[in-house]
T-cell receptor, first 112, second 111 residues
């Protein structure tokens, strides 16, 4: 079974904390993605990566950064968490253009 | 810019009935793929069905089928013989050079 896993299903953090969300895929996919899911807004792309140590901004990168040191691992970093970053975060991967994306289970982050 | 529009935020259907979820998209690309994803409550997003734009034949997967109208840029999902397990959020998605998702339709199957 192909798998995308995320480090936490639920996370509660305080305003100003540094937050790390980790994603691992075991499909040897080149491309990895971080999305934010909010009611009524669908999935919005935060960052994506086409290769190790490579990253590209998505539609809403402000307040986030990413790291991809290994092909299978893609981390999302909130440098200083704010309450408006309370959301569901989804990681996904795919093997290239025109291919389906495989999703992780999501991390529901609450920032107090 | 590519956009994907799902105009029905919520829908409901009686068990065993048929329901159609709408999706329209906008693109200037000639080659692209379209997808429907399903996200059950508190569960992982999974692919339901995919359609290659160059194929005229509508894709089908068991009880799920699409009505792909390329000229109208329409890509609706039909679920036949609805089951309780079909209750989920459904996302329409487009990919050419990048993936784009609609805002989702929350479908409830009523027993």
């Amino acid at each position: 079974d192909v798998k995308v896993t995320q480090s936490s299903r639920y996370l509660v953090k305080r305003t100003g904390e540094k937050v790390f969300l980790e994603c691992v895929q075991d499909m040897d996919h080149e491309n990895m993605f971080w999305y934010r899911q909010d009611p009524g807004l669908g999935l919005r792309l935060i960052y994506f990566s086409y290769d190790v140590k490579m990253k590209e901004k998505g539609d809403i990168p402000e307040g986030y950064s990413v790291s991809r040191e290994k092909k299978e691992r893609f981390s999302l970093i909130l440098e200083s968490a704010s309450t408006n970053q309370t959301s569901m975060y989804l990681c996904a991967s795919d093997s290239g253009s025109y291919n389906e994306q495989f999703f992780g289970p999501g991390t529901r982050l609450t920032v107090l | 810019a590519q956009t994907v529009t799902q105009s029905q935020p919520e829908m409901s259907v009686q068990e065993a009935e048929t329901v159609t979820l709408s999706c329209t998209y906008d693109t200037s690309e000639s080659n692209y793929y379209l997808f429907w994803y399903k996200q059950p409550p508190s569960r992982q997003m999974i692919l339901v069905i995919r359609q290659e734009a160059y194929k005229q034949q509508n894709a089908t997967e068991n009880r799920f089928s699409v009505n792909f109208q390329k000229a109208a840029k329409s890509f609706s999902l039909k679920i036949s013989d609805s089951q309780l397990g079909d209750t989920a959020m459904y996302f329409c998605a487009y990919t050419g050079n990048q993936f784009y998702f609609g805002t989702g339709t929350s479908l409830t199957v009523i027993p």
